[in-house]
């Protein structure tokens, strides 16, 4: 998501050197071991075994291409079995570390031991720099030759300045991720995604920072890596929820997790 970028990484700053992306309104884990970042040695920051876990774990390409494959078989199932017409309905998924992978600029910070800030967040994004990751580029398109449209929904925070949804849209088309709308939040403070699924449903757009306008859609699958990136919960409330209840119940069927180690909602929950 990406999910919740602006409110989510203000906390972080606050707190410590050399971390990495954080959740809405969260702190990031800090080691007691790795109190001390030197720059050059990314061992030494708080954010290595996460960022390094991302970036270079055999895991992390199986999750996502795992997800992905999983996703476009039931979506192919559904369409199928409720004759749905080309056009008339369309997937849901976040941006960042959902279809884009960032963690370049985790690992900048890391290598450098620096802090988060805005600024540089969003200078980076525009550098249109970020990857596919794995698996995003064959879902988009295959459900697009399917018949459906895919909308891209992020917590960018879309009045940043005049360049970010542009640059934006430049980079999900340099990774070769297939889409038919962008949808970015209204400002810094603007992290509940409902309203925007809503708009995909009901094909009303005003009011919200889009790049296209759609008619009314179907929608059958989301993906995402933070529980916010679904429908009508917050993390609080979800992660309440029994795990083999009916909500959980929709993992699998029509709702996708990405894994994220890095930064999320989560980071509010209580250690236990």
Not at 40 to 59: H, L, V
Not at 84 to 111: F, P
Not at 234 to 247: D, H, V, Y
Request: glycine share 6%; net charge positive; aromatic share 12%.
């Amino acid at each position: 998501m990406r999910n919740q970028f602006t409110a989510l990484f203000a906390t972080i700053s606050l707190i410590y050197t050399g971390s990495i992306f954080a959740g809405t309104n969260s702190s990031a884990p800090i080691s007691n071991n790795k109190s001390t970042c030197i720059p050059g040695n990314p061992k030494s920051s708080q954010g290595y075994d996460a960022t390094m876990w991302y970036r270079d774990s055999a895991e992390k390409v199986a999750l996502y291409n795992q997800a992905f494959a999983l996703g476009f078989e039931k979506i192919k199932t559904r369409v199928k079995a409720e004759h749905l017409k080309s056009g008339k309905w369309g997937i849901i998924l976040d941006i960042d570390e959902t279809v884009l992978d960032n963690t370049e600029y985790q690992k900048r910070l890391v290598m450098n031991c620096s802090k988060f800030s805005e600024s540089t967040m969003y200078s980076f994004m525009e550098e249109e720099i970020s990857l596919a990751t794995p698996g995003a580029s064959s879902l988009t398109c295959k459900v697009q030759k399917l018949g459906g449209k895919v909308t891209l929904i992020s917590n960018r925070n879309g009045s940043f300045d005049d360049k970010i949804l542009q640059a934006t849209i430049d980079n999900l088309k340099k990774a070769d991720i297939c889409f038919d709308n962008v949808i970015l939040a209204k400002n810094q403070k603007d992290d509940d995604k409902n309203p925007r699924f809503q708009a995909v449903e009901t094909g009303n757009y005003d009011g919200l920072i889009s790049y296209n306008k759609l008619p009314p859609l179907k929608v059958i699958a989301y993906f995402g890596d933070n529980i916010q990136d679904f429908p009508k919960i917050k993390q609080s409330e979800a992660i309440k929820q029994n795990p083999n209840g009916e909500f959980y119940k929709k993992f699998g069927q029509e709702y996708f997790s990405l894994p994220n180690p890095t930064y999320g909602s989560w980071q509010r929950n209580q250690f236990n």
